[in-house]
T-cell receptor, first 109, second 113 residues
Framework: DAKTTQPPSMDCAEGRAANLPCNHSTISGNEYVYWYRQIHSQGPQYIIH???NNETNEMASLIITEDRKSSTLILPHATLRDTAVYYCIVRRSGSRLTFGEGTQLTVNP | DTAVSQTPKYLVTQMGNDKSIKCEQN?????MYWYKQDSKKFLKIMFSYNNKELIINETVPNRFSPKSPDKAHLNLHINSLELGDSAVYFC????????????FGSGTRLTVV
């Protein structure tokens, strides 16, 4: 599975959009981009995934560049409860879920 | 109604003891996993079972033995506990199909003293 690169930390003001970037320049055609988050002391939580089209659900939006070498997770109106470590994971369907270091997002009041 | 439940939530035990952590999922998923999160917060997969069969076994000491009595349960037994086993252990499950988003339990914090 392709390796991903994320900034170690980011800050966001409450109520503003949080845009979390992820680079995955070695992604191959059959690999999906998954996003999970881990709120302190809880298990990781699935957020969203996509292959090449942009995706949106009740939690977030996922924007994948046309060349698929990078993506951005958007939390449209961040709240204090969105403070968590966010993991961008690239993997083939059915392969194991391997976590990197992720981005610590801190939402400030 | 908890989807993936682990017990106990906290476990404090002495070195050398044997302990078990239980995991149950009510999602009807075919595949279950154990992950370990150490003090540096890295999440690493340990084991994976699909329909009671072991399919992933990472380089884990053989003191760790998973057991899956049925596809809804995956228990983790640890023999001769060591200080380095202190960590948070997460159970997870997935449908094992084309889209296999994982659902994680809330974790078991194991402290070996």
């Amino acid at each position: 599975d392709a390796k991903t690169t994320q900034p170690p930390s980011m800050d966001c003001a409450e109520g503003r959009a949080a845009n979390l970037p992820c680079n995955h320049s070695t992604i191959s055609g059959n690999e999906y981009v998954y996003w999970y988050r881990q709120i302190h002391s809880q298990g990781p939580q699935y957020i969203i995934h996509g292959l090449k089209n942009n995706e949106t659900n009740e939690m977030a939006s996922l924007i994948i560049t046309e060349d698929r070498k990078s993506s951005t997770l958007i939390l449209p109106h961040a709240t204090l409860r969105d403070t968590a470590v966010y993991y961008c994971i690239v993997r083939r369907s059915g392969s194991r879920l391997t976590f990197g270091e992720g981005t610590q997002l801190t939402v400030n009041p | 109604d908890t989807a993936v439940s682990q017990t106990p939530k906290y476990l404090v035990t002495q070195m050398g003891n044997d302990k078990s952590i239980k995991c149950e999922q009510n999602l009807g998923h075919d595949t279950m996993y154990w992950y370990k999160q150490d003090s540096k917060k890295f999440l690493k997969i340990m084991f994976s079972y699909n329909n009671k069969e072991l399919i992933i076994n990472e380089t884990v000491p053989n003191r760790f033995s998973p057991k899956s009595p049925d596809k809804a349960h995956l228990n983790l037994h640890i023999n001769s506990l060591e200080l380095g086993d202190s960590a948070v252990y997460f159970c997870a499950s997935s449908p094992g199909q084309a889209f296999d988003g994982y659902t994680f339990g809330s974790g078991t914090r194991l402290t070996v003293v």
